[in-house]
Structures are given as C-alpha cells and as structure tokens.
C-alpha cells in the first residue's frame, strides 16, 4: 500500500523591508548672507552714510501701506536680479558697496519679520539669544586678539575695522565672525604670524572654536527661519521700508544710467515697489567719499 503523501506547510513570505528613511532636507540658505560673503564688507562710515540716505520718517511712511513678508520675498528675487546686473556691468552711481547694504536691510527684514512671528517665550529664541550672545563676546576676542597682532601696521588694523561690525543683528554677527576669522587663518600661515597670533590669543585651537561659534549661531538663526508670519510690528515697518526705498534708489540709478546712453540693464520692480512709482526728489543720497553729517 502506497504511503500517503504528507502536505508541506506553505513557506511564509519573507517580510517586507522597511523603506529607509528620507534624509532631513538642510536648512534653507539664505541668499542675502550668501551674498554677504561675495560682496566687500560693509565699514561703519559707509553703512552711516547710507542709512542717511533715507530719514526714518520717510521708510515708515512706505513700510505702513505693505507686508513685511511680501516685500522680504520680492527683495530676495531682486537682490539677486540686482547681483548679476553688477557683474555685468555696474551704472554710475551704483557698486557692489550699495549691494551689500541692501542685503545686510535684507537680512535685518528677516529677522524682523522672525521677530514678529515668533512668541517672546518661544525655545528657539531664547537660544537664538544665547548664540548671539557667545558669538558677540568671541567678536570682541578676535577684535582685541588682531589688532594687538597688527600694532603699528596702519592696513592690518584699517582691514581689522572694516571687518568689524558691531551691529548684533544675527546674520550681521554671522558674517562679521566669518570675516574676522578669516583675517586671524591668514594670519597663522607664516611661521612668525603663527608664533605671533599664538602670543595674543589666537591660538589654532580658539579659531577652531570661533568655527563652532558660528555654525552654532548659523543653526540658532535657521530655527527660527519658518516661524509663523503676525502682524508687523513698528519696528519690521520701518525696515521694510528701508529695502523698499533701497530698492527704488537701485531701480533709478539703472534707469537714469540707461537713458543717459549706459549700455546697462534694466531692473524689474516687483508688485511692492511698483505701487510707489517713480522716486521722489526729496530722496538724495549723500556722497559716502564726503564727511557725513553727525548720525
């Protein structure tokens, strides 16, 4: 008699493997602090001559009639139209030292409008206020620690002071500390600037902390970056209406540059600027080679 055959048990699918995980996206870079890294460094005589360009009076008048968050996009897309019209060729009137005022206007738009989104108790700002603080107390120790190194050297000390921008408005202090710090690198590249930044302070370990200093600020100022948009704030008006008339000043130049024979481009006023029309009279720039008048 033939044996009965014995069933098998099915083989049990073999389980399925998780998809991996999708990488965090980076932060998102702001293009006015790339900029920032491109273009000259602002000193504090030619960032008081520009701002005096325009009275407070008259940036508010424009900041109260728009939205911050409107006209900090719309000033991203023309600071970048704006670059690459200087690299071609820059009018009379306008150089890259206009530029990288507008983008510092820019970043301070930013910030603001961050400001205005943000709650006073929220994390990611008392953080923030933590990182500014490190990174301001490291600016000054860099500061003292090149212009002992640089006594007597009239350029070392003058490229010191340009480089030094007090202002603690994040991205300012970002890109002041990367300037600063790239003054203290050079300095070590000789074997007797080496010895020399060693004796005030410069040691190769604290620049690699000044490194982390500003990584950390970096990340401190991205995660606020997304914070929700409320009401504008006196303050945010204010700046958003400097970049708009920034911006005006910017468009004007081109233009009179073109009609006076310049083979420049042309700029394109967004929706924001566009509603103010043409340049007021009353809008004169100083002449930043002449002594400006007490701030």
């Given at each position: ?20 995980k ?32 325009f ?8 900041g ?29 009137g306008?150089?890259?030292?206009r ?23 929220d ?10 603080e ?35 408005t994040?991205h ?6 990367t ?15 080496e ?25 401190a ?10 009401q ?15 911006m ?5 130049t081109?233009?009179?540059?073109r ?18 029309g ?8 100083p ?9």
């Amino acid at each position: 008699m033939a044996a009965k055959k014995t069933k098998t048990a099915p083989k049990k699918a073999a389980p399925k493997k998780a998809a991996p995980k999708k990488a965090a996206a980076p932060p998102k870079s702001r293009l006015a602090v790339k900029l920032l890294g491109e273009l000259p460094p602002l000193d504090e005589r030619r960032r008081r001559v520009f701002r005096l360009a325009f009275s407070d009076e008259q940036c508010k008048a424009w900041g109260d009639t728009t939205k911050a968050a409107a006209v900090l996009a719309e000033a991203e897309r023309f600071i970048s139209e704006l670059n690459g019209a200087l690299k071609k060729r820059a009018p009379t009137g306008y150089t890259k030292n206009r530029l990288s005022w507008l983008a510092s206007l820019v970043n301070e738009l930013e910030d603001a409008v961050d400001g205005d989104g943000a709650s006073a108790g929220d994390s990611s700002r008392v953080k923030r206020a933590g990182a500014i603080e490190v990174a301001d107390k490291t600016r000054k120790k860099l500061v003292n620690g090149l212009l002992a190194a640089s006594s007597g050297d009239a350029n070392s000390r003058k490229q010191v002071t340009d480089r030094n921008e007090s202002s603690k408005t994040p991205h300012v202090l970002e890109s002041t500390l990367t300037g600063l710090l790239q003054l203290a690198v050079q300095l070590r590249r000789t074997d007797d600037g080496e010895v020399l930044a060693d004796e005030v302070g410069l040691s190769e370990a604290f620049l690699s902390s000044v490194s982390g200093v500003v990584e950390s600020l970096r990340a401190a100022n991205e995660a606020t970056y997304d914070a929700p948009r409320n009401q504008d704030s006196v303050t945010t008006n204010l700046i958003e209406g400097r970049v708009l008339r920034e911006m005006a000043f910017a468009v004007t130049t081109f233009r009179n540059a073109r009609e006076a024979g310049e083979t420049v481009v042309g700029l394109r006023p967004g929706q924001n600027l566009s509603r103010f029309g043409s340049r007021s009279e009353e809008d004169v720039v100083p002449d930043p080679d002449k002594t400006p008048p007490p701030a």
